[in-house]
């Protein structure tokens, strides 16, 4: 079992950069793969980024390539979001979550079904 907790977020300017944190509880943190997703006001849940349990592998969304950094500390049990470059269209709830399935190496689930834990999320909103 594990128990996810989101922070960080908040209300930025177009262009400013914000990190998430997701602190995880529980002894199989370091086993779990980890994903961010986002809702935006009238939107489905989205994809955001994802990592496999000892950070070789990431995964992006093309929305937030090459702005947007997954990363994490197995030791401490956080996840993190590095989000730069922010726009309007950023503006939504965070969510983390993890998975425990093994998949092949370097697969990294995509989708909200495939995910086991969430957290309750965090605003945030980018105005321009």
């Known amino acids: 079992q594990v128990q996810l907790v989101e922070s960080g977020g908040g209300l930025m300017q177009a262009g400013d950069s914000l990190r998430l944190s997701c602190a995880a509880s529980?002894?199989?943190?370091?086993?779990?793969?980890m994903g961010w997703f986002r809702q935006g006001p009238g939107k489905e849940r989205e994809f955001v980024a994802a990592i496999d349990w000892d950070g070789s592998y990431t995964k992006y969304a093309d929305s937030v390539k090459g702005r947007f950094t997954i990363s994490r500390d197995n030791a401490k049990k956080m996840a993190y979001l590095q989000m730069n470059s922010l726009k309007p269209e950023d503006t939504a709830v965070y969510y983390c979550?993890?998975?425990?399935?093994?998949?092949?190496?370097?697969?990294?689930?995509?989708?909200?079904?495939?995910?086991?834990?969430w957290g309750q999320g965090t605003q945030v909103t980018v105005s321009s």
């Open positions: 979550a993890a998975d425990l399935t093994i998949y092949n190496t370097g697969y990294l689930p995509d989708e909200e079904h495939q995910y086991n834990f």
């Open positions: 529980g002894r199989t943190f370091s086993m779990h793969h």
